[in-house]
């Protein structure tokens, strides 16, 4: 039993003949009787009195002339629902990201949403070293990342440039110190993000390379834990510049200049390669192309 078979039957019993049905389904009118007679072979019933020259249907006929309308009427909801995505009037944007590069989203999410206000947006908090994972295990379509994955099946783009920032209380010593040395830090006490990444091992390597001690007397497990304990006076720490933009002009941090330390830190978008991204997901896309394209740097949209 497939979808014409029930449209040439619901035909027939619309239009009460075999011939009227066959014209308005532009088909022959052996080509009409040939499918209901399929049909009925295939439910085991008759669905037309055939004595009849009305086309007055079967009890059979009767009850399946419901179901068959039911389930043309599920195919136009359907098609409608499948073009009203093509269309972006509704869907859903799955995205990955952690504490940090969630914040490069904010601005392209309030763009997208000014765009495609219908689509709903969903951000699920993961890991970096898991969005890879969650990308390739189809949990989200696109992740955010502040370094290049290894797994060749996911495909990257660079959309972001931001770099590390050495942040203090705005009574700080070095607050006023317009540039410092790595030497310089040695005697400092940093707040540190207990959360492992290739940025921290690199810091850690820069300090080695200068012989110059590393104190991380106190580790928070949020960014913004580390900016209020270092606004509240207690020591030195080193963040993403994205984190700090608001603490910067509001004049509650000062960012100081490391002239050993320039740390670039580049996010990307990435998703499977292979992929056949959702029509939210290209749009997405689109929209950080564009984003990038009229803002400039630090936003970029680069492949690789």
């Given at each position: 039993?497939?979808?014409?078979?029930?449209?040439?039957?619901?035909?027939?019993?619309?239009?009460?003949?075999?011939?009227?049905?066959?014209?308005?389904?532009?088909?022959?009118?052996?080509?009409?009787?040939?499918?209901?007679?399929?049909?009925?072979?295939?439910?085991?019933?008759?669905?037309?009195?055939?004595?009849?020259?009305?086309?007055?249907?079967?009890?059979?006929?009767?009850?399946?002339?419901?179901?068959?309308?039911?389930?043309?009427?599920l195919r136009t909801e359907a098609a409608g629902a499948?073009?009203?995505?093509?269309?972006?009037?509704?869907?859903?944007?799955?995205?990955?990201?952690?504490?940090?590069?969630?914040?490069?989203?904010?601005?392209?999410?309030?763009?997208?949403?000014?765009?495609?206000?219908?689509?709903?947006?969903?951000?699920?908090?993961?890991?970096?070293?898991?969005?890879?994972?969650?990308?390739?295990?189809?949990?989200?379509?696109?992740?955010?990342?502040?370094?290049?994955?290894?797994?060749?099946?996911?495909?990257?783009?660079?959309?972001?440039?931001?770099?590390?920032?050495?942040?203090?209380?705005?009574?700080?010593?070095?607050?006023?110190?317009?540039?410092?040395?790595?030497?310089?830090?040695?005697?400092?006490?940093?707040?540190?993000?207990?959360?492992?990444?290739?940025?921290?091992?690199?810091?850690?390597?820069?300090?080695?390379?200068?012989?110059?001690?590393?104190?991380?007397?106190?580790?928070?497990?949020?960014?913004?834990?580390?900016?209020?304990?270092?606004?509240?006076?207690?020591?030195?720490?080193?963040?993403?510049?994205?984190?700090?933009?608001?603490?910067?002009?509001?004049?509650?941090?000062?960012r100081v200049p490391i002239k050993e330390l320039q740390?670039?830190?580049?996010?990307?978008?990435?998703?499977?390669?292979?992929?056949?991204l959702s029509h939210a997901a290209v749009a997405f896309?689109?929209?950080?192309?564009?984003?990038?394209?009229?803002?400039?740097?630090?936003?970029?949209?680069?492949?690789?």
């Amino acid at each position: 039993m497939d979808l014409f078979q029930l449209e040439t039957f619901l035909a027939v019993a619309e239009e009460r003949s075999f011939s009227r049905a066959a014209a308005r389904l532009h088909r022959t009118q052996p080509a009409v009787s040939q499918a209901v007679a399929k049909l009925e072979t295939e439910l085991g019933e008759t669905l037309f009195e055939r004595a009849s020259r009305d086309g007055s249907l079967t009890d059979a006929g009767e009850v399946l002339r419901e179901y068959a309308q039911k389930l043309l009427n599920l195919r136009t909801e359907a098609a409608g629902a499948l073009t009203e995505l093509r269309a972006l009037h509704r869907g859903r944007l799955n995205l990955a990201a952690n504490e940090y590069t969630c914040l490069y989203l904010l601005p392209l999410l309030d763009e997208y949403r000014r765009q495609k206000p219908n689509i709903k947006v969903a951000v699920q908090r993961a890991l970096a070293s898991r969005i890879p994972d969650e990308v390739l295990l189809h949990s989200v379509e696109i992740g955010v990342l502040s370094f290049k994955p290894d797994d060749p099946q996911v495909q990257s783009v660079v959309v972001y440039r931001d770099s590390l920032a050495l942040i203090v209380n705005p009574k700080h010593p070095l607050a006023r110190a317009g540039e410092v040395s790595i030497r310089q830090l040695g005697a400092q006490n940093f707040v540190a993000h207990n959360i492992p990444s290739p940025q921290r091992q690199k810091v850690i390597q820069a300090f080695r390379r200068h012989k110059t001690p590393l104190n991380m007397s106190v580790e928070l497990p949020s960014l913004d834990a580390i900016k209020r304990f270092v606004q509240m006076g207690n020591g030195v720490a080193l963040v993403p510049g994205l984190t700090v933009e608001q603490e910067l002009a509001s004049g509650t941090l000062v960012r100081v200049p490391i002239k050993e330390l320039q740390i670039e830190r580049k996010l990307r978008l990435v998703y499977r390669r292979q992929a056949n991204l959702s029509h939210a997901a290209v749009a997405f896309l689109k929209v950080v192309e564009a984003y990038s394209a009229s803002h400039g740097d630090p936003y970029r949209f680069q492949p690789g």
